[in-house]
């Protein structure tokens, strides 16, 4: 669990666009600190200003707050702008981490009026925990169970009004009764072109680079929709023009560098390469289950499944149907390769569920003497 409620002295301001050279500071400097500064997401940022504005107008703590989203897309920067707008501190903590109820309670008795609760990954929250969630976001109390047995006592607690801001990548997986209790949900979606431009061309002047338009738009279509890979991929084009280039990041820099760093045109990395290739020459576009693929690439089934697969499907290079992974006619021509007049891979298995013919002699609906 981290606490935010202090600010973190960088060195660097966040506004004064100095140069930062330590990419950990980079990720603290890159992150946006108020709505206005936050790029793209427009839906969602102007129902979360709507929030907060109702909030301070009435002068009580906004409801309770879920994003979900894949990762990368400023779940995490969007709960601390809450916290920045509200001028109020904010406390970090991961669902995983909180695998007991005593874990929690001490979290919430911990917190001050009108403090910001972040929960990262909630719907890995433990059940006993997300149980006195229930309580804790509807009534602000706990109750705390001292001792074991029939001499087992219940000390209700009571907690001051906070926000939980729950941020998850699988809104799927969250039990109905917690979902129903956030008063507002936002879900993330991917960024757009421009958008990643914009991001970049931020980033940029805040790390002190030198980035023209082109070289911004050629690292924001390798960028998979994500302003976390944007900015990690600019700083990797940063580092090649550093040390094999004049410091500019060009088009031609930018192609270069993430030539190097195995990103191709379209944003496939070796391991989405290697997917894909597995799948079109040795299966001859599939289907083809999901294990074999993961074993012809070296990979775990879930690193194929919850990595690469995503993107691929987006990117229409993969198909999931019922008898395995099917490759398109977009994953041949990206490979350069011919696709053949069928997928002969693996014999063509009925997935139907099975039937009973009862079309045979002496059956039931004949008499009997």
């Known amino acids: 669990m981290t606490d935010w409620s202090e600010p973190v002295d960088d060195g660097h301001s966040m506004l004064d666009g100095e140069p930062v050279e330590d990419d950990r500071a980079a990720d603290v400097a890159l992150r946006p600190r108020s709505m206005a500064e936050f790029v793209g997401q427009p839906r969602v940022r102007d129902q979360l200003s709507l929030l907060l504005d109702a909030a301070r107008l009435h002068d009580r703590t906004p409801d309770h707050v879920l994003l979900s989203g894949p990762p990368g897309l400023g779940k995490t920067t969007l709960a601390m702008i809450i916290a920045a707008e509200l001028s109020s501190p904010i406390r970090v903590a991961s669902g995983p981490a909180i695998q007991h109820a005593g874990d929690l309670a001490s979290i919430l008795s911990g917190?001050?009026?009108?403090?910001?609760?972040?929960?990262?990954?909630?719907?890995r929250l433990a059940r006993p925990a997300e149980e006195m969630l229930?309580?804790?976001?509807e009534d602000?109390?706990?109750?705390?169970?001292?001792?074991?047995?029939?001499?087992?006592?219940?000390?209700?607690?009571?907690?001051?009004?906070?926000?939980?801001?729950?941020a998850t990548t699988r809104a799927g997986l969250l039990t109905g009764p917690l979902r129903d209790r956030f008063g507002f949900t936002a879900h993330l979606d991917f960024y757009s072109h421009d958008d990643l431009i914009t991001v970049l061309s931020r980033s940029a002047a805040l790390l002190g680079i030198?980035?023209?338009?082109?070289?911004?738009?050629?690292?924001?279509?390798?960028?998979?929709?994500?302003?976390?890979?944007?900015?990690?991929?600019?700083?990797?084009?940063?580092?090649?023009?550093?040390?094999?280039a004049d410091g500019r990041l060009t088009r031609t820099v930018a192609r270069e560098a993430l030539a190097v760093y195995d990103?191709?045109?379209?944003?496939?990395?070796?391991?989405?390469?290697?997917?894909?290739?597995?799948?079109?020459?040795?299966?001859?576009?599939?289907?083809?289950?999901?294990?074999?693929?993961?074993?012809?690439?070296?990979?775990?089934?879930?690193?194929?499944?919850?990595?690469?697969?995503?993107?691929?499907?987006r990117e229409g290079f993969l198909i999931r149907t019922p008898r395995g992974r099917v490759a398109t006619a977009a994953a041949f021509d990206h490979l350069g390769m011919?696709?053949?007049?069928r997928a002969p891979s693996?014999?063509?298995?009925?997935?139907?569920?099975?039937?009973?013919?009862?079309?045979?002699?002496?059956?039931?609906?004949?008499?009997?003497?």
Do not use: W
């Open 111 to 123: 917190l001050t009026d009108g403090e910001v609760l972040f929960l990262d990954e909630v719907h």
């Open 134 to 137: 229930y309580l804790a976001m």
């Open 140 to 166: 602000f109390r706990v109750d705390v169970v001292v001792g074991k047995g029939p001499g087992a006592t219940v000390i209700p607690l009571a907690l001051p009004h906070f926000t939980l801001v729950g």
């Open 210 to 244: 030198t980035l023209d338009g082109d070289g911004a738009a050629e690292i924001a279509r390798r960028s998979r929709g994500t302003p976390r890979i944007a900015n990690r991929l600019l700083r990797r084009v940063r580092d090649y023009a550093v040390v094999r």
């Open 263 to 313: 990103v191709d045109e379209r944003g496939l990395d070796r391991l989405d390469r290697q997917v894909l290739h597995a799948l079109c020459a040795r299966y001859g576009g599939g289907p083809v289950g999901l294990s074999t693929i993961a074993v012809a690439v070296g990979e775990e089934a879930d690193t194929v499944e919850e990595v690469s697969e995503p993107f691929l499907v």
């Open 338 to 341: 011919d696709q053949p007049p």
């Open 346 to 369: 693996e014999p063509r298995h009925d997935t139907r569920s099975p039937t009973l013919d009862l079309d045979i002699p002496g059956s039931l609906d004949q008499s009997v003497d």
